[in-house]
T-cell receptor, first 112, second 111 residues
């Protein structure tokens, strides 16, 4: 199974500033990568996914992520955040063993 | 709305008891996954079923069991409950693609 590391547990950011959330995974062999968002008291919502093809992936709410095979990374970015982006973000990876492994999560707090 | 329905939303029970969590996958999805989310261990994969058969197993305790029925809904049974089993339990479903769609979760509190 994949191992996923999210390098930042907490990211405070001001409104309209850019944000980057870092994620590394353990193996570059046949990996599928995802970012999920969890708003308070809610379930996990899929933000974006990398299955194959273009290494730059665009998702919902203006988020994008770049798959970097040589660095085994899948960092999430947004050029300008809103207060409503305050949430916990999870990076996840899956190989051919069907197990979706999650990172520990990054809490993003957007301040006015 | 992901299309995955979990019931109940909240459950409070005493130590030593047994509970059943239910999940209805998105229409047409054959795979169901169960996850446990706790503050100390994060999101842990428990088990996956595909069209009624167990496909993958994660960190699921022996006191826990699951099954997927012919109508594709799934149940997670937790028995001999301990305080440490208090957590948010998520169900997710998928079709043949690698991505999974999550329900809103069942918050279990063991007192």
């Amino acid at each position: 199974a994949q191992s996923v590391t999210q390098l930042d547990s907490q990211v405070p950011v001001f409104e309209e500033a850019p944000v980057e959330l870092r994620c590394n995974y353990s193996s570059s062999v046949s990996v599928y990568l995802f970012w999920y968002v969890q708003y308070p008291n809610q379930g996990l919502q899929l933000l974006l996914k990398y299955l194959s093809g273009s290494t730059l992936v665009k998702g919902i709410n203006g988020f994008e992520a770049e798959f970097n095979k040589s660095q085994t990374s899948f960092h999430l970015r947004k050029p300008s955040v809103h207060i409503s982006d305050t949430a916990e973000y999870f990076c996840a990876a899956r190989s051919n063993d069907y197990k979706l492994s999650f990172g520990a999560g990054t809490t993003v707090t957007v301040r006015a | 709305d992901s299309g995955v329905t979990q019931t109940p939303k909240h459950l409070i029970t005493a130590t030593g008891q047994r509970v059943t969590l239910r999940c209805s996958p998105r229409s047409g999805d054959l795979s169901v996954y169960w996850y446990q989310q706790s503050l100390d261990q994060g999101l842990q994969f428990l088990i996956q079923y595909y069209n009624g058969e167990e496909r993958a197993k994660g960190n699921i305790l022996e006191r826990f069991s699951a099954q997927q029925f012919p109508d594709l809904h799934s149940e997670l049974n937790l028995s001999s409950l301990e305080l440490g089993d208090s957590a948010l339990y998520f169900c997710a479903s998928s079709d043949d693609s690698p991505e999974a769609f999550f329900g809103q979760g069942t918050r279990l509190t063991v007192v």
